[in-house]
């Protein structure tokens, strides 16, 4: 049986970050990809201020949207610090799409910038695992090995250092063998 393909440009698959969401054909700057949607929350109703889940997406100060249903598989788009989509609000209307800032190849994982406050709550505890910032930390920790390295050979070469000085001064000067003086005739030494 021939496989279905999807006429969406995107699927869900396994990223760094559990599932994410992943281009299949290319999409070009500017299109709109997917539109994020779910229940809308009121912020003035108690019941609803106190629902916590990481699909919550914010329009403004009263309106919300849950994005926790199965269907919203745009909830599966993860964040980065450099993003290839960002999220286009419209509050009055109450939608929020997901809409392409550079060329997508497929094979490509969708993401967009969560914003300051979702970072500070929820990723900077646990730190940032999109590609920049890994490439970021793989770079910082390659410098850090990099100056352990140099620490440690400074501190053999000065080690090396202080044990040839200390050789030195332990060597038996020309006129002393075994601490006992030598006399010298006819350029001979004698005991």
Known sequence: MPAISSNKPYRVGRSKTGLGLFATKPIKKGTR???YFGPILDSRIPAHD???????FELNGRWTIDGSVRKNLARYINHS???????DVRPRERKVFIRAIK?????????????TD?????LKPIGCKCDSC???RKKLRAEA???RTKAKARAERKAAKAGAKSAKKKAPKKNQLNGHAVAKTNGRARA
Not at 50 to 56: A, D, M, R, T, V
Not at 103 to 115: K, V
Not at 118 to 122: E, L, V
């Open 33 to 35: 990809i997917i539109r």
């Open 50 to 56: 106190e629902i916590e889940n990481k699909y919550l």
């Open 81 to 87: 610090c450099r993003p290839n989509a960002e999220s």
């Open 103 to 115: 060329n997508i190849e497929p094979g490509d994982e969708i993401n967009y910038d969560y914003g």
């Open 118 to 122: 979702y970072f500070k709550a929820y």
């Open 134 to 136: 890994e490439k970021k």
């Open 145 to 147: 090995r990099a100056q």
